[in-house]
């Protein structure tokens, strides 16, 4: 079974400027979490998507946006990038929501000049 | 609000055990997780344990939970040169919501 998958791998934007990531889970996965990940904060919730719903978000401003398509894949915008939004952004696909184990995707590294 | 605290960098012999320790501040936490990230690559679930087990052992892989001190560990027997990676502890609490630690650097010495 191919595993989540994340394109693209590498993306680099200057400020300003808007981003789309796109994520694919596993055959049969019906949730989607986003992570960003840097050397200052770790590993931070983004969001969490399940049957095209947003049903958890993390402590990011309103320019950080995703949604989740009928077929369970799922995107994530950035808009109006800032140099601190270069990270490593980290979808991860799940079953079901709720105490379910998450299988990560390699991430997208997002470069801002 | 809820953390996860873990030490950033360990050291171990090739062949030693490893003990990676967390500590994480949600009682309410369901399920506590480990995580592996290797050099360029995303993060790869290693092993999990339910909020009301006291250990789970998965080959060389031991995980031990006092909920009580809401302390976490996870023991590498047989630590090999492949083990070396980052660790990270994470606990998904009753809002789903999984909160990561920055992660331990594990690095082996020949």
């Known amino acids: 079974k191919a595993g989540v998958t994340q394109t693209p791998r590498y993306l680099i934007k200057t400020r300003g400027q808007q981003v789309t990531l796109s994520c694919s889970p596993i055959?049969?996965?019906?949730?989607v979490s986003w992570y960003q990940q840097t050397p200052g904060q770790g590993l931070q919730f983004l969001f969490e998507y399940f049957s095209e719903t947003q049903r958890n978000k993390g402590n990011f401003p309103g320019r950080f946006s995703g949604r989740q398509f009928s077929n369970s894949r799922s995107e994530m915008n950035v808009s109006t990038l800032e140099l601190g939004d270069s990270a490593l952004y980290l979808c991860?696909?799940?079953?079901?929501?709720?105490?379910?184990?998450?299988?990560f995707g390699p991430g997208t590294r997002l470069t801002v000049l | 609000g809820e953390d996860v605290e873990q030490s950033l960098f360990l050291s171990v012999r090739e062949g030693d055990s490893s003990v990676i320790n967390c500590t994480y501040t949600d009682s309410s936490s369901t399920y506590l997780y480990w995580y592996k990230q290797e050099p360029g690559a995303g993060l790869q679930l290693l092993t999990y344990i339910f909020s009301n087990m006291d250990m789970k052992q998965d080959q060389r892989l031991t995980v031990l939970l006092n909920k009580k001190d809401k302390h976490l560990s996870l023991r590498i027997a047989d630590t090999q040169t492949g083990d070396s990676a980052i660790y990270f502890c994470a606990e998904r609490g009753l809002d789903d919501k999984i909160i990561f630690g920055k992660g331990t650097r594990l690095h082996i010495l020949p």
């Open positions: 991860a696909s799940s079953l079901k929501v709720g105490p379910d184990t998450q299988y």
């Open positions: 055959s049969g996965h019906r949730s």
